[in-house]
């Protein structure tokens, strides 16, 4: 499986570079990786399940145990790589709620909190940066594309344009609706603003966490980086994540983790070889190891 993250990750340094020499060099950059980096960002990628437990665990509006509910969270890293959008670790969270005794209302208002929160959390690291080290986005420029990824571009803009045009007051209604769902949310935990607050710091960390293993997986190939760069990197990596419909915005956070890394000066084989990495600490290994904890998760019926 891993195996496609690697072609995908190769095929869109291609497009990019248009240049064969750059696979060659990447694949010879991945030969020789700082194995203890690569474990050691293995093991920091786990405090991403920790953090996440504690957040549900600051969210819920029931007890929860908090080794079965992290059990859940490493689950989650199956399940949620199944569906675009994370939606399948959503779906996991929201059983497991509803096992803990949350009625249909109470579960589906703790997984939009933690998704809100969530978003909050990574918005607000975003913002601190830009007012603290602004220059950090100075540095990035648009990498030079190939033909082919121009034209690609190009479709998906007029597509995309096409699509508001035609759905324009179905989207204006959507995002209306998302933020009424979360004024409603918010407003329910009105009254426990140390809860809301636990939550937020926790839900920093896992974003952190996530730059930070980002930052590793550079730095086991030979490549550096400030970590605010990386974090703008992450950050568009998350975006292409999230419109993808992809399951695991499989393709897309390939891309748009390259081209970040190109846009800061790094050279391709190291980007394309950084984002191998990258994605096998946080997509392919997770994958793995929730597929056997969900099975346990299922045994001791949490979800």
């Known amino acids: 499986m891993p195996a496609i993250s690697i072609a995908i990750v190769l095929l869109v340094g291609f497009i990019l570079m248009g240049s064969a020499n750059s696979l060659q060099s990447s694949w010879t950059t991945l030969q020789q990786v700082n194995f203890s980096l690569f474990a050691l960002d293995v093991a920091l990628f786990g405090l991403t399940f920790v953090a996440a437990s504690l957040t549900y665990g600051f969210l819920a509006q029931k007890p929860l145990v908090y080794h079965q509910t992290l059990l859940v969270a490493v689950s989650s890293a199956f399940s949620g790589k199944l569906l675009p959008a994370g939606t399948g670790g959503v779906a996991t969270y929201y059983l497991y709620l509803r096992r803990k005794g949350h009625s249909v209302g109470q579960a589906g208002s703790v997984a939009a909190a933690n998704n809100s929160i969530g978003a909050l959390a990574h918005a607000a ?10 220059q950090s986005f100075a540095g990035f420029t648009t990498p030079r594309v ?15 344009g096409v699509l508001g045009i035609v759905f324009s007051s179905r989207l204006a209604g959507m995002a209306s609706s998302a933020w009424g769902d979360l004024q409603r949310v918010l407003a329910t935990y009105r009254s426990h603003p140390l809860r809301i607050a636990g939550a937020f710091g926790s839900s920093l960390c896992v974003t952190l966490v996530y730059a930070s293993c980002l930052q590793l997986a550079l730095l086991a190939v030979g490549g550096s980086l400030s970590i605010f760069a990386t974090l703008a990197i992450f950050t568009l990596g998350a975006a292409a994540s999230g419109v993808a419909p992809t399951p ?3 393709g897309a956070v390939e891309a748009g983790l390259v081209a970040g890394f190109v846009g800061y000066g790094i050279s391709a084989p190291l980007a394309l070889a950084a984002a191998v990495i990258y994605r096998l600490v946080s997509f392919w290994i997770p994958f793995a190891v929730g597929s056997l904890a969900i099975i346990f998760a299922r045994q001791k019926k949490l979800l």
Request: charged letters at 5%.
């Open 125 to 134: 690291l975003i913002v601190i940066i830009i007012l603290i080290r602004p």
């Open 146 to 160: 190939s033909g082919p990824l121009l034209g690609i571009v190009v479709a998906a803009a007029v597509l995309l």
């Open 248 to 250: 695991g915005g499989v």
